[in-house]
Nanobody, 128 residues
Framework: QVQLVESGGGLVQAGDSLRLSCAASGRTFSSYVAGWFRQAPGKEREFVAAISWDGGSTRYGDSVKGRFTVSRDNAKNMMYLQMNSLKSEDTAVYYC?????????????????????WGQGTQVTVSS
């Protein structure tokens, strides 16, 4: 069992930066793919970023490429999402997730269905 808790959300202005954190329980967090998704009101859950167990492989959604950076610190059981140049369309609830079926050695998934464990989410609101 993996429990995930997101933090770091808030209200910012367009162009600002924000860093989200995801704290994971359980010693097995470091062995698996982890990712970030987001969901805006009335929209489907959208892939944001994913990272392999060792940080060696990452993928990003097209809408955040070049602005967001995913990283992890396995010694602390933490994952982060650095968000720069925020836009109003980045407004959403952000979720972290873990895929306990994959380490990411052969790539990381991008679909919500691939991930087994989810946090409760943290709200990010970007005002224009």
């Amino acid at each position: 069992q993996v429990q995930l808790v997101e933090s770091g959300g808030g209200l910012v202005q367009a162009g600002d930066s924000l860093r989200l954190s995801c704290a994971a329980s359980g010693r097995t967090f470091s062995s698996y793919v982890a990712g970030w998704f987001r969901q805006a009101p009335g929209k489907e859950r959208e892939f944001v970023a994913a990272i392999s167990w060792d940080g060696g492989s990452t993928r990003y959604g097209d809408s955040v490429k070049g602005r967001f950076t995913v990283s992890r610190d396995n010694a602390k059981n933490m994952m982060y999402l650095q968000m720069n140049s925020l836009k109003s369309e980045d407004t959403a609830v952000y979720y972290c997730a873990v895929d306990r079926k994959r380490s990411g050695r052969y790539g990381v998934p991008t679909t919500p269905g691939a991930f087994d464990y989810w946090g409760q989410g943290t709200q990010v609101t970007v005002s224009s």
